[in-house]
C-alpha cells in the first residue's frame, strides 16, 4: 500500500504543470494593487504621513493579511512578511500553504530595507518580482505532487542550494519563471530582425534571469526538463 501511495506520488510529481501564465499576471497584477492600496492605508492611519511614508517595512507589523484572489473555488490571501535583502531585490521570497480548508495563504517576502512607498508605488523591477514570486507559488499551488488527499505537503528545509533547486516542485516552479521571461524576451529578439527559430529559443533560454541563477545549480535532466516544458509551451501557443 505504501509502495502503491509512494508510486501514485512519484507519477503525479513527475506530471508536467502548465499554469495560465496570463491568468497568473492578472492574478499577481490584482494582488500588487491590493497590496498597494493596504499599504497607502497603512500609512495614512499611521499618521505623521511624511514620516512613516519614509519608514522602512521593517517598522511595520510582522504579517498583515493584505489582498485576496478565488482560485479554482479555493480562497488565497496574500500576506505580507518582510526580511532582510540584499540591494535590488524588491521580494526575497515567498510561500504557500493552506491555512484552512479551501483558504490559502500566499506570502510575499518583501525587503525589510526598503521605504513603505517603494511598495505602494511599485516600479517595474519590483512589479516583475513580485509577479514572479506569485507564478512560482501558483505553479506550487497547482502541482498535485504536493498534494495528499485536501493535505498540502511541503518538503522540508532544505540540505543545499543544489538539493533544493533540483526537487521536482521547484523545477517546475522556477520551470514556468524561465517560461514567463522567455515570452516576454522571444517578442524583443523579433523586434530586432531576429526570426522566430529554435536559435532564437535558445537565446531566450539563455538571456531568462532565473535560468542564469539556477540552471548551474540543476542537474542536466532538470534543465532539459524545463527546454521541454519551454518549447512545448511555444509550440503550443504557435510562436515556433
Ligand atoms: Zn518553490
Known amino acids: 500500500m505504501r509502495a502503491v501511495a509512494a508510486e501514485s506520488r512519484r507519477v503525479r510529481a513527475n506530471r ?12 499577481a497584477l490584482d494582488l500588487i494593487q491590493q ?57 526575497v521570497g515567498g510561500g ?11 506570502q510575499l517576502v518583501y525587503n ?36 495528499v488527499g485536501s493535505r498540502f505537503v511541503a518538503g522540508g528545509p532544505p540540505r543545499s542550494s543544489e538539493e533544493y533547486i533540483n526537487r521536482p516542485e521547484e523545477v517546475k516552479a522556477f520551470g514556468q519563471e524561465v517560461i514567463y521571461e522567455m515570452l516576454t524576451i522571444f517578442p524583443e529578439l523579433e523586434r530586432r530582425g531576429i526570426a522566430p527559430s529554435a536559435a532564437a529559443f535558445r537565446a531566450a533560454v539563455v538571456l531568462a534571469p532565473t535560468w542564469q ?14 527546454l521541454r516544458d519551454a518549447y512545448q509551451e511555444f509550440t503550443g501557443r504557435g510562436l515556433l
Open 16 to 27: 508536467r504543470i502548465q499554469i495560465e501564465l496570463e491568468v497568473a499576471e492578472q492574478i
Open 112 to 147: 525589510s530595507g526598503y521605504p513603505i512607498l517603494a511598495y505602494a508605488l511599485p516600479d517595474p523591477v519590483a512589479r516583475k518580482q513580485i509577479t514572479e514570486t506569485i507564478i512560482h507559488e501558483l505553479t506550487h499551488f497547482a502541482d498535485p505532487g504536493l498534494r
Open 213 to 226: 541563477q539556477t540552471a548551474c545549480h540543476m542537474q542536466e535532466r532538470n534543465q532539459q526538463r524545463i
Open 35 to 91: 497590496t498597494a492600496l493596504a499599504l497607502r492605508d497603512w500609512i495614512r492611519e499611521a499618521g505623521g504621513e511624511e514620516r512613516e511614508a519614509m519608514a522602512s517595512l521593517g517598522a511595520y507589523p510582522k504579517m498583515i493579511h493584505v489582498a485576496s484572489a478565488r482560485i479554482e473555488d479555493e480562497e488565497i490571501y496574500a500576506q505580507i512578511v518582510q526580511d532582510d535583502g540584499p540591494e535590488g531585490h524588491f521580494c
Open 96 to 106: 504557500i500553504g493552506r491555512i484552512e480548508p479551501n483558504v490559502w495563504g500566499l
